[in-house]
Nanobody, 124 residues
């Protein structure tokens, strides 16, 4: 059974930082492209960032470029999201996702597995 478990969310002041983690089990982690999405209430799930299987390539939404960094440790079956210079508009639930595709999709439906999400709240 595949499980993706996010952690690291919480409350932070604007300008602060948080590091999210997503621990994967039940799959061969290094065979999966990983992504982070976020979803605000009443809105569609939004692509934030993604990373290739080896970690050699990363992709970011324009809204988080130069502030967020995705990385992965295949030995630990974990993907990370370092979030710096956080803004109130970054407040929402963050989800990690895995896909067996060889490229990094930005479309939600192209991912095979999802975590349960972790709440990030940025106060102004």
């Amino acid at each position: 059974q595949v499980q993706l478990v996010e952690s690291g969310g919480g409350l932070v002041q604007a300008g602060g930082s948080l590091r999210l983690s997503c621990a994967a089990s039940g799959l061969t982690f290094s065979n999966y492209v990983m992504g982070w999405f976020r979803q605000a209430p009443g809105k569609e799930r939004e692509f934030v960032t993604g990373i290739t299987r080896s970690g050699s390539s990363t992709y970011y939404a324009d809204s988080v470029k130069c502030r967020f960094t995705i990385s992965r440790d295949n030995a630990k079956n974990t993907v990370y999201l370092q979030m710096n210079s956080l803004k109130p508009e970054d407040t929402t639930v963050y989800y990690c996702a895995a896909t067996f595709r060889s490229v990094v999709p930005s479309t939600e439906r192209l991912y095979d597995y999802w975590g349960q999400g972790t709440q990030v709240t940025v106060s102004s």
